[in-house]
Structures are given as C-alpha cells and as structure tokens.
C-alpha cells in the first residue's frame, strides 16, 4: 500500500509498504531513516520513540497505515540545521551517551519533557524516561544531561524574553 | 493482509461486518506486538484511529461518563483524573509515557489480559461497555459480563467497542499494584477500590490473580454490610483485616515468572487493606468536613 | 619493569568527551542493522521446536512455492562447512541439542515474507527425551579440564575439611544465581555479502579479528577474503565476543544465494543462541576464628554447559584470591544438559562467584560479631593466598575504607530488622568486588600526515566502552599531540589485528599497542629530523613479546560497594535507596568514560539483585520469559543514587598506561551488598538470586 506521511518536516510518499508493517520499519528500511532503533519491537525499551502529531511514541508500535497523513519527527529532526539542540549537545557533555542504541529514542523522549515541561523535577526526568532502557550508562548520567539541557533551554528562553 | 481505514464509524461498523476477522487496532500496543513477534497475522488490521469520535469523551443525560474506546491513557490521566480516580491511577502505572500516549481503554478491553491494568477500576466503578455492531445496533455490556477468559471477551466477531461508561466518582477511588520494577512493570496483582457511599457500598476489584479480572464479591458484599456507612468512625482494624482476606480469597491465582500463588493471595490482602485505609480515610476526613 | 609513562601525560586522565558522540546523539552512528545494500534479500532463521532428537524432513520444496521465498536452507541442502567445533557446525547435522537451535533458514525478497516462510515451513523431528535442568546432585556432573579462561577447575591447600571440622566459627551454605542474559540494547544482526571469493560481513561485534579468522576457516579460504566491518556496536556485555550460528547462518546463506543477505535477530531469539550466563549452585564454607580470622574457605561450584561444548564458569575462581586461610578449595563441575551453550556475561566467574563469596562473609560477620567491613579488612591476604604471587597492587582494604567513609557506615547497628520509616524496612550491606587485570597480544598501526594529523588503526571494538575515545587520548600523549590531531579507526577486520574487547583488558591490550607503535614512530620522526616525509610516515608495533615476556604478578582490581534498600513490609518490594561504590583501577584514563563504566555494572547489578532471572521451562526445554517484557531490566526508575569514586592508583606492573581494566568490576559484588543489605533489613536472608518479593514475604 502506499503511505503519505510528513517526515522532519518533509512531505513523504512510500509505496510498497506491507500493511502489517511498523512506522519503525517504514523510517529505518524505506525512507533511510535509521536513527530510531529497532530493539525490543513491543513498546518495552523505548529505542524506537519518534514523535507522531507532537506526541512521543514507539514507532514500533505504530502500524504504518495508521502514520498516513501524519507528521513525524524523528531524532535525525531534532537539530536545528546544523545545530544541535541542548539535549544533544548535554547528552555528549554528561556521559549519556555509551554504545549509542537507546540514544536516539532518548533523546526525543527527554526533548519532548523540556520542551513541554521546561525545568522538570528529577522526578518528573524518571517519570517521562521510565520506558527508554538503557543498558550501559546505569541513568545517572543521562539524569544530569536532562538536568543541564534544561537549565540551558531555561537560560536560553529567559534570555529571549529579556531582549524581547 | 489489508488494512482498512474507515473514516467513520458507520464505515468501521460496515467494515467489520463485512469481515469479522478484520483485527481492530488502535494504539497497536497489543495488536503490534502480537505482528511483530508473529503471534499471528490477521487476514485485516482495522485501523480506528482516524474516527475523531471515538477519541472524544462526554457527561450524557443520565450523568455518567461516555469515555470514547480511542482516548488514549494519557488524556484519562489529565482530562478525567478527577472524575475518575481510579482508572486514571490505574492509567498511570500503564507501561510508559510513550505506551500511555498510544494506548487505550478500549484496546485493553478488547485484548482482555487478565493483567491489564485498567480492568480492575472498570468492575470496581461498575462500568458499561458500549459495544455495537451494523447488524444489530448497541449492545451495553457490564463490565462484569465482559471478561470471559484469558484474552477473552463478550464481544461478537462482528462488534465493535464504542465507548466505555462510567459513573464520575461519588466517593474515594483507589488502584493499587505489585511490581517487581518500579515502572514499566507487568502487575504481579492489582486491586482497584471505588467507595459508592450513597448507596452505602463499595466496588472492589482484582486483577492478574485469575484467568480473568474479577469483582471480590464476598468483600464489597462484607463491606456493604458491616461498614458504618455515616463515615463517622475509624474502620475497626478486624473489619479491614477481614476485608483484605475476603479480596483474597476471590481470586485463583497461579504461580508463574512474576510471583508464587500463595504471594499474590497475600499481596492482594495487602493491597485490599491499604486502598480501603486511604479510601476510608478520605471518606471520613470528608463526611467530617 | 613496564614503568609508566608519567611524563608528558596531559590528556591520559582527562574527562574528555566521547569522539563519536556527535555521530551517535545525531542518529547519524551506523550499527550494523543499518546497512541497505542494493539487492538485499531478508534471511529468518527457522529454531528447533524440539529440545533434543534428530531433523527428518524439511519441506523445502513446498516453501519454494510461496511468492517471494528465494531459498530454504537446512541440513539436507546446506553447503558443508570445514570444521569439527560443533558450535559452529550451522546446519550440519541432522542433530538438535536445544530447542531454538537454528535448524533452517529461509529467505525471501521482504522480511514479511522471509518471517511467514520461517513461521510456516513444515519440519519433521524425532523427538528424544532432554534434560534441561541443572542441579547440584545431578548423576553426570563431572570435573572439566579447566574453566573459562584457563584457570584449573579445583585448587586446594593444607587440609579444609578437617580446619572445618575443628573452627570454632563456621558458615556452610549453599547459593545459587539463576541463567541471565546479556540483553544488549542492539539485537544481533548481520548483513552479510559475498564478492567473488570475499566475504563481507557487517556484524556488531566485540572481536572483529577473531570473528575474521572463525569466518576464514569456516569457509575454507584465508583471512584476508573476510572483511568484518563493525563500528558501533549497541552494547555486547560478552554476547558479541564469540562467533555466533546466526552469522554463520547469515555467511552461508548469502554464498548459497548469491545475494546479499540480512539476517536480523529479534529480542526473542537473542534468548537462544547469542548466549548467556549459566546458572550456578554454589557451596561456601567458611572457618574462623571467634574474631573472624578465616582459618579455611571452601568454594565448590556446580554450572551448566551444552551437549555441543564444554563452558565452564569460573565461578569459584574469586575465592583463589580475595582472602587468607591457611586452609582452602575451590571446585568447578559442569553438567552437559540439552541447553544452549552458556557464555560470557559480564564477569563471568568473578559476578556469581562473589554473590556466593561475599554473602557468606556477611554471613560470618553476624556469627562472629564482628562488622562485616572489618572481618574482610582482618583477612587481607599479603601475597595472592593461593598463587603466592606478590600483588603488583592491592588497594581493598582502601576502598572499603573510602567507602564507609563516604556511606556513613561508622557506627551502623548490625541487628537485622529493626530500622524503620513508616511500612518500609531500611538496612545497609558491604560487599567486595574484584577482577583481573589482564592483557592480550595486540597489534596497532599509526600514520603520521605531513600537516600533522595522525591516524591510528587497531582492529578494537568500542561496545559502548569509550575505547575510541581514550585510544584517542592514549596516542595523544605518546605522540606530544593534541586529540583533535588523531583519529583512532577501530571496528574493522581489515586493520591490524587486536584482541577482544572482553575480559576488561581491551585498553590495556590495545593501549600498550598503540603506545608501542607511537613511541616507535616518535623515534623514527626524530630520527629524520622531525620532519614528517610528503608521503606521510606509518609505524606498526606488535606487542606479543612484551606481553608474553612480563613479570608474574597478581594483578586485579579491587573494589568495595555499599547499598541502603527500602524494603516494603507489606509486600516485599525492595527499592535501593543508595549505591555506592569505591574502586582501586589503577589509573583511570578517562573519568567520564569511566564513571559510567563503573556505574553502569553497578545497575547492572542492582538489576541481577532485585530483577532478573532466566527461567528455564522443564517441559519444552527453553527459556519462559524471553522478551524485555518478561524478562526485566532495571529501568530509570529503579536507579535512584548510584555513586562511583575511585582511588589514585599507582601501579607500574600493569602496562604503559598504568591502568586496569574497568568494564567488569562494577557488577562484581554489587548483588551481595544489596542481598546483604535486605537481610540487615528484614532479617531474611536471600541465598538464591533473584530477590524476588515472593521470597521476602512467606
């Protein structure tokens, strides 16, 4: 079947796509989009989350008719041009980041958390990580990448305000 | 295998009928699993998540609650946290932030795990199922009618699930669950607590500790019965042991990877206890008040 | 002998970030899964649905009638392979060993219909009766050769039995850790191509020279027609380290195919044939002194191994070298059931063998009432007690120290059960941790640029370690440069040869290789004037005689971990509240690289205390619980405070860098000091991992 889906900001078309398939397997095999990992296919690890319509899911479990029509931003989206977001650049900082696999699925749930809750409690980084499995770093460290991409994102927006 | 797309509901209902194997999906948290591990592979995946209906929610004319079969967990928790307590309590502990963005009442119905964590709040708030199909129009199913089996449901092979009513809570709301993991955590059993004290009773309610999610009947039943309903008083500490033993004893569990049977039966005693003690407490602080 | 290189150590030591971590936060780090080759047919490997017997039929003929099948593969048509190790003899016998052995593969054009062709295909088995579980008493547990690395299977000295018999003071218990799995985040996969006589294989793993030479020999042809590419690999934790059936599946297939072939691994199936740590049950004896002074240790340990081949844990290995007793033994016996073969899983040996160990001592500590920090300070050993070797470094007793300096142990009450906040049962454990630091031959190239960029090349594997990164630093001390001057190439058969990232000796290996090779060059630069040729100038040095020729020492690490748990009393949900860990590595070349070493073994840990568990079900003969769903992993949520320090070592028997290896300790003991720690809170002591709630509430 073919599937029209909005990927990082640009209007896609794939053709072929079998109808049991994941959004998962769409980004990876057929558009060339391998950041988001495929790792547990069950929703368990989080490796795969993506955003579909603003909303961080698991593109495994996303069958890829029901993305038709929808937007999708996956982490090779989340640098603006060639910069990178806080997230990424404290990801790097802090140590987050070991063999890499859980990285991207990370990286956009932790970016949907700032950008919706902007300083959030280490709690509320536990809380909205819970479902992205890291197996090397042991969390603390991509505890303190959250903790400073968001103190700089606050800075950031603070600095905004004020030469507004 | 064919994926249908219906843009409506009557178009959903039509399709079904037309093929009563076609699998509905929704947040596909169960359904594409089961593709993905080859557990099966549908002849056609109904896909609801274009019928904007079925993600809405509304107070109807009898009061209660029609909660759509698409309102995914997340927007239980933030939109209806404080009509309905329990299920939203129970929404939280669903998987992950991801899975709760995707996942839904509807969709734990249909796949009727005797795990899945909002079955016990619907039988503890007597919920109504709101099922319907193109030849013989709506059918409203109890909660406690709905469960028939492991991964079985009232449903006929041509329903559908439209909605599931709840009455907003008239009094306290508990849900409560054992987990090995402090998230993304499978329950080793759970209960849910919903205080009716208007009609001086309450709904109790197991979960993963049978073949299906179960009402403890001898325990509302107890409670119904031996409670002081006014909320004048403490709950007498033998009528709460009394209480978490009778939740006990309503379940069969087995022992499996997660817990032994002797642990569950315990642990839902335990679970019983504390979700009665807050809710009771709540309940007194505000008959006092 | 081997003197440290102090002078000139500016970037050796420093927190520098992660080389490849722009490529890896961008999604741009290709893994192996990652790769589309054109004309790329998808290959599933079809396991065993029988534990033990013999293949009769399979019906390929009605497979090759399905729209999209391109081939179906078993035994009955399967090209032959030139080797006798069973292990690697991929659909060369009619044999099954294990249910979930890789019986056929069948490949199709798209994966959808490579998974209904596995799923479907018909196959005819005998079925014999199997024996999958592992006991102590089991009638064919026998003594092996040797265990995992070489160590003999049992050691003795003096006369334990008797010392036992006489010690005023004894513990005599039995322990027992469940079948784990490695569970890296990146699930196996190989994309594997044939060009003429060449194989190219794209294969996550923690050993591309070894997997290069396994491959050669297979196929009958010399290494260098093998090219292993693997530059990022999603965690291995030892389940990349050995040639696996899968990619011999993945090899085979595409020769017999003439295409490309993906061959992709699920979650599910890295439960089967990816390996695993082997269960064990494991019987300590400790005899004392009323004041805890060991007088005997006797250590006998019991695993399982395969039909195919003999693994046998080195489970009791840790008690040869953690404390004195003029009276000791230490035993290993393997029972060869119809399992799959158990592997390497982050210090394999050392992580259940110390679980037994470090139990028992706490369990000495309470008999003897003496605390548990000071019993182990009282038995420090001066030279290794068995081997006799002077230790090149020993710095436990320190850590432990450090640690309940920085724990707020002083001044704890040892009564068990007695601490509590609301419903919750509060209690604090100590537990040792300790691993080898070995070294392995390893060769290194470094190319020096007329503009003065150097490039070092050196067949590691960074699993996730941070290898390129202080392989980065390493050379650019040695060579006097700046890191943004040196780009390090691993991951890649085709560069020179290196060891395994395995057993915590990766740095060290191909660290002294690296050094070699830029001292090599430094010399031959100066040599010429210090002007680098247009041509550029490339050294390689082999460190196989230095490494053979180094003085006899005890070498290992030592550490010493501290945990606080939660108990529910209600329930027997155990949190950690607090870990912490001190650890005597000689000297850390890269403290961010390497907090998250330590503290990531420390969760993993933490995840072997309270969560997982392999169950192996006696009926069918395979694992029960094989996804992420079942089979938990600790989670973000589950990891409260875990700290990590480290104590300046010196040591200058090690290697020119003066480090030991990191990537194993951190497990190494944490699972003791959190069941010590419940048993401090609940007064239940939980000999047999995991510490399920079930087991805390009776």
């Given at each position: 079947m073919r599937v029209h889906l909005t990927v990082n900001g640009r209007d896609e078309t794939v053709d072929g796509v079998w109808e049991g398939e994941s959004l998962l397997y769409v980004l990876r095999e057929r558009m060339g989009l391998p950041g988001a990992k495929n790792a547990c296919e069950q929703g368990e690890c989080g490796s795969c989350t993506v955003y579909l319509d603003g909303l961080p899911v698991c593109a495994c479990l996303v069958a890829a008719g029901q993305a038709d029509g929808r937007r999708v931003r996956t982490v090779e989206g989340l640098a603006d041009g060639g910069r990178l977001h806080p997230i990424q650049e404290a990801f790097v900082e802090c140590g987050a980041v070991q063999c890499g696999f859980c990285t991207p699925g990370l990286l956009v749930q932790a970016h949907d958390l700032i950008e919706r809750v902007g300083e959030p409690s280490d709690a509320e980084i536990r809380e909205a990580l819970a479902g992205n499995l890291c197996r090397c770093t042991g969390y603390e460290k991509i505890l303190d990448a959250v903790r400073l991409a968001a103190a700089r994102r606050g800075a950031a927006r603070t600095g905004t305000e004020d030469r507004s | 295998m064919d994926f249908l797309r219906p843009a409506t509901w009557a178009e959903a209902l039509a399709a079904k009928a037309a093929d009563p194997t076609a699998v509905p999906i929704q947040g596909g948290t169960d359904v594409m699993?089961?593709?993905?591990?080859?557990?099966?592979?549908?002849?056609?995946?109904?896909?609801?998540?274009?019928?904007?209906?079925?993600?809405?929610?509304?107070?109807?004319?009898?009061?209660?609650?029609?909660?759509?079969?698409?309102?995914?967990?997340?927007?239980?928790?933030?939109?209806?946290?404080?009509?309905?307590?329990?299920?939203?309590?129970?929404?939280?502990?669903?998987?992950?932030?991801?899975?709760?963005?995707?996942?839904?009442?509807?969709?734990?119905?249909?796949?009727?795990s005797p795990a899945g964590d909002a079955h016990p709040p619907l039988l503890a708030c007597d919920a109504v199922i709101e099922a319907e199909s193109a030849a013989r129009g709506t059918r409203m199913i109890p909660a406690t009618g709905f469960y028939l089996g492991v991964k079985r449901n009232a449903l006929e092979p041509d329903e559908l699930i439209r909605a599931v009513h709840l009455r907003p809570a008239t009094g306290p709301q508990y849900f409560s669950k054992v987990g090995t993991r402090n998230a993304m955590v499978i329950a080793v059993c759970s209960f849910a607590l919903a205080l009716h004290p208007g009609e001086r009773r309450l709904g109790a309610a197991v979960g993963s500790a049978a073949p299906t999610p179960l009402r403890a009947r001898a325990a509302e039943e107890f409670a119904a019965r031996e409670f002081d309903w006014s909320g004048a008083t403490a709950l007498d500490p033998a009528l709460l042991a009394r209480?978490?033993?009778?939740?006990?004893?309503?379940?069969?569990?087995?022992?499996?990877?997660?817990?032994?049977?002797?642990?569950?039966?315990?642990?839902?005693?335990?679970?019983?206890?504390?979700?009665l003690t807050w809710a009771w407490n709540d309940y007194r602080g505000k008959a006092a008040a | 002998m081997t003197a440290p290189v102090t002078a000139g150590r500016r970037y050796a030591g420093a927190a520098l970030d992660r080389v490849e971590g722009l490529d890896k936060v961008t999604g741009r780090a290709a893994y192996a899964a990652d790769h589309r080759p054109a004309d790329l047919v998808h290959a599933v490997a079809v396991p065993a649905t029988i534990a033990r017997g013999e293949v009769v039929q399979v019906d390929v003929d009605a497979m090759l009638k399905r729209p999209g099948v391109v081939a179906a593969i078993w035994h009955g048509n399967a090209p032959r392979l030139a080797t006798s190790d069973e292990e690697l003899a991929v659909l060369q016998s009619r044999r099954v060993a294990y249910r979930g052995q890789y019986v056929a593969v069948v490949v199709a054009e798209t994966p959808e219909d490579a998974r209904e062709a596995a799923r479907t295909l018909r196959i005819e088995y005998v079925a014999e009766e199997h024996d999958v579980i592992l006991r102590a008493d089991h009638p064919r547990a026998y003594r092996p050769e040797n265990v995992n690395a070489g160590h003999p299977s049992d050691t003795g000295q003096g006369d334990p039995d008797a010392a036992l018999a006489a010690a005023p003071v004894v513990v005599d218990e039995e322990y027992g850790t469940p079948a784990e799995h490695n569970n890296p985040m990146e699930p196996h996969a190989t994309i594997a191509d044939w060009h003429g006589d060449g194989l190219i294989v794209h294969e996550p793993s923690q050993n591309v020279s070894g997997l290069r030479a396994t491959l050669a020999s297979l196929f009958g042809m010399p290494p260098g027609h093998v090219h292993v590419v693997s530059p990022h690999v999603g965690g291995g934790f030892g389940s990349k380290a050995k040639t696996l059936p899968h990619t011999i599946l993945a090899a085979l297939t595409a020769k017999q195919v003439g295409r490309p072939v993906k061959l992709a691994l699920t979650r599910r199936q890295l439960f089967v044939a990816t390996g695993y740590r082997t269960p064990t049950v494991q019987r300590v004896r400790l005899g004392a002194e009323p004041d805890g002074r060991l007088i005997a240790i006797t250590h006998d340990a019991v695993m399982q191994s395969s039909t195919l081949s003999e693994f046998t844990e080195q489970t009791a290995v840790p008690s040869r070298v953690m404390y004195a007793a003029p009276h000791r033994r230490t035993t290993h016996r393997v029972v060869r059931l119809d399992v799959p073969t158990p592997s390497w899983m982050r210090a394999p040996g050392e992580c259940p063998g110390m679980f037994a160990l470090e139990s028992a001592m706490d369990e000495l500590a309470i008999a003897c009432g003496v605390d548990p920090v000071e019993l182990r300070v009282r038995n420090e050993p001066a030279a290794g007690p068995e081997s006799g070797l002077p230790f090149s470094s020993r710095n436990l007793v320190a850590c432990l120290r450090e640690g309940a300096r920085r724990f707020g142990w002083a001044g704890r009450d040892p009564r068990p059960g007695v601490r509590r906040r609301g419903r919750t049962l509060i209690g604090t454990g100590v537990a040792a941790s300790t691993f080898p630091a070995l070294r392995a031959p390893s060769s290194a190239t470094v190319r020096a640029e007329p503009g003065g960029r150097y490039t070092v090349r050196i067949a590691a594997a960074d699993i996730g370690t941070g290898a390129r990164t202080v392989l980065t630093q390493i050379a650019a001390d040695a060579l006097g440069t700046a890191p943004a001057a040196v780009t390090v190439e691993l991951g890649d058969s085709a560069l020179p040869p290196a060891p395994v990232a395995g057993g915590s000796m990766g740095t060290a290996s191909w660290g002294t290789a690296v050094v070699r090779a830029c001292e090599e060059l430094a010399a031959r630069l100066e040599a010429a004037g210090g002007t680098v040729p247009d041509g550029g100038l490339e050294v390689t040095a082999d460190t196989g005689r230095e490494v053979r020729a180094q003085e006899?020492?005890?070498?290992?690490?030592?550490?010493?971990?501290?945990?606080?748990?939660?108990?529910?009393?209600?329930?027997?949900?155990?949190?950690?509240?607090?870990?912490?860990?001190?650890?005597?590595?000689?000297?850390?070349?890269?403290?961010?690289?390497?907090?998250?070493?330590?503290?990531?073994?420390?969760?993993?840990?933490?995840?072997?205390?309270?969560?997982?568990?392999?169950?192996?079900?006696?009926?069918?003969?395979?694992?029960?619980?094989?996804?992420?769903?079942?089979?938990?992993?600790?989670?973000?949520?589950?990891?409260?405070?875990?700290?990590?320090?480290?104590?300046?070592?010196?040591?200058?028997?090690?290697?020119?860098?003066?480090?030991?290896?990191?990537?194993?300790?951190?497990?190494?003991?944490?699972?003791?000091?959190?069941?010590?720690?419940?048993?401090?809170?609940?007064?239940?002591?939980?000999?047999?991992?995991?510490?399920?709630?079930?087991?805390?509430?009776?």
């Open positions: - | 699993v089961e593709i993905n591990f080859d557990v099966r592979r549908p002849p056609a995946l109904l896909d609801l998540t274009a019928i904007g209906e079925l993600g809405d929610w509304e107070l109807t004319a009898d009061g209660l609650l029609r909660v759509g079969a698409g309102v995914p967990y997340a927007r239980i928790i933030t939109e209806l946290g404080d009509r309905l307590p329990g299920l939203a309590q129970a929404s939280r502990t669903v998987g992950s932030p991801q899975i709760r963005n995707r996942g839904t009442v509807g969709g734990n119905l249909g796949a009727a209480f978490g033993e009778l939740a006990a004893e309503a379940a069969s569990p087995i022992d499996d990877v997660r817990g032994t049977a002797a642990y569950r039966r315990h642990a839902i005693a335990v679970l019983a206890r504390r979700t | 006899r020492y005890s070498r290992h690490a030592f550490g010493a971990q501290f945990a606080e748990v939660g108990v529910d009393a209600d329930t027997g949900e155990t949190r950690v509240l607090r870990l912490l860990g001190v650890f005597a590595a000689g000297r850390v070349l890269n403290p961010k690289t390497a907090r998250s070493q330590f503290i990531g073994g420390m969760t993993m840990g933490l995840s072997m205390a309270l969560l997982e568990e392999s169950i192996m079900d006696g009926r069918f003969g395979d694992f029960l619980n094989c996804d992420l769903a079942q089979y938990h992993i600790a989670a973000h949520a589950d990891v409260r405070d875990v700290q990590a320090y480290w104590l300046e070592e010196e040591d200058p028997h090690l290697n020119p860098m003066g480090s030991k290896g990191i990537g194993e300790i951190g497990i190494v003991g944490t699972a003791a000091a959190i069941a010590n720690a419940v048993h401090h809170a609940t007064g239940v002591r939980i000999r047999e991992l995991p510490i399920r709630l079930d087991k805390l509430v009776r």
